[in-house]
């Protein structure tokens, strides 16, 4: 699928921040603009994609997460086989187990994800120089006291 640009060449201008939202492969980004406020800290356009895929790559690849998941998912196989195996109970009963424990648990990891991503954009828009509470996302500029009015963590 090829989007026609004024250039020409199929692929966007890097200088016009909307025609990298409606690229094919950009619809997270556009979604993510609610979800996570934080990136409305950083320039609009390719720096905003980056830094948002950056992000989440840090939360994925962390060992912590991955250790959570799995264990999550190893808790709910493995409760599913024991109903299975030896409570006797019917096969629906048991489907009906697996059904609300994976919900519950893929929701709880989604939670968990998002807010590592906001803590990440809130620490790498610190970095840049953006007065913002890391811990809590409060904006930070004309503070005298070198603590967050609005949680208390030093800066």
């Known amino acids: 699928m090829s989007i026609e640009t004024p250039n020409g060449s199929g692929l966007p201008n890097e200088s016009d921040d909307s025609s990298i939202l409606t690229r094919p492969y950009y619809p997270l980004l556009r979604f993510s603009l609610k979800r996570y406020p934080e990136l409305e800290l950083f320039p609009a ?34 409760g599913g086989w024991l109903l299975g195996s030896y409570s006797g109970l019917d096969r629906r009963v048991v489907f009906l187990y697996y059904l609300f424990m994976a919900t519950g648990i893929t929701l709880q990891g989604h939670w968990f994800l998002a807010r590592g ?4 954009l809130r620490k790498m828009a610190s970095q840049r120089g953006v007065p913002i509470c890391v811990s809590c996302g409060y904006d930070l500029r004309g503070q005298i006291e070198r603590r967050c009015p609005e949680c208390g ?3």
């Open 153 to 155: 963590a030093p800066f």
């Open 117 to 120: 991503i906001r803590a990440s």
């Open 45 to 78: 356009g390719r720096e905003r994609h980056v830094v948002f895929h950056k992000a989440m790559r840090g939360i994925w690849n962390s060992w912590r997460f991955r250790l959570a998941y799995v264990t999550s998912y190893l808790v709910i196989f493995g």
